[in-house]
Nanobody
Framework: QVQLVESGGGLVQPGGSLRLSCAAYGIIFNSYAMGWYRQAPGKQRELVAVISRGGGITNYADSVKGRFTISRDNARNTVYLQMNSLKPEDTAVYYC?????????????????WGKGTLVTVSS
């Protein structure tokens, strides 16, 4: 059974940092691109960042470029999202995604598998 389990969300002040983690179970992790998506209240789920199977290619939403960094550790079956200089508009539930269908370029495509999400709240 495939599971993607996110952790690391929480409440942070504007300008602060958080690091999200997503541990994958039941899949051949290094066979698939992985990504992070987010959904704010009343809005559609949107891309945050994606990373290739080997980690050498990444793609980011314009709104997070220069502030967020996606990385992966294939030995630990884990993908990370380092979020710096957080803004109130980054407040959302962040979802891990990957598996068959996931691509990085030219246009990121979502994979078949989703985590349950972790809430990030940026507020003073």
């Amino acid at each position: 059974q495939v599971q993607l389990v996110e952790s690391g969300g929480g409440l942070v002040q504007p300008g602060g940092s958080l690091r999200l983690s997503c541990a994958a179970y039941g899949i051949i992790f290094n066979s698939y691109a992985m990504g992070w998506y987010r959904q704010a209240p009343g809005k559609q789920r949107e891309l945050v960042a994606v990373i290739s199977r080997g980690g050498g290619i990444t793609n980011y939403a314009d709104s997070v470029k220069g502030r967020f960094t996606i990385s992966r550790d294939n030995a630990r079956n884990t993908v990370y999202l380092q979020m710096n200089s957080l803004k109130p508009e980054d407040t959302a539930v962040y979802y891990c995604n990957g598996g068959p269908g996931a691509t990085v370029l030219p246009t990121p495509q979502r994979g078949d598998y989703w985590g349950k999400g972790t809430l990030v709240t940026v507020s003073s």
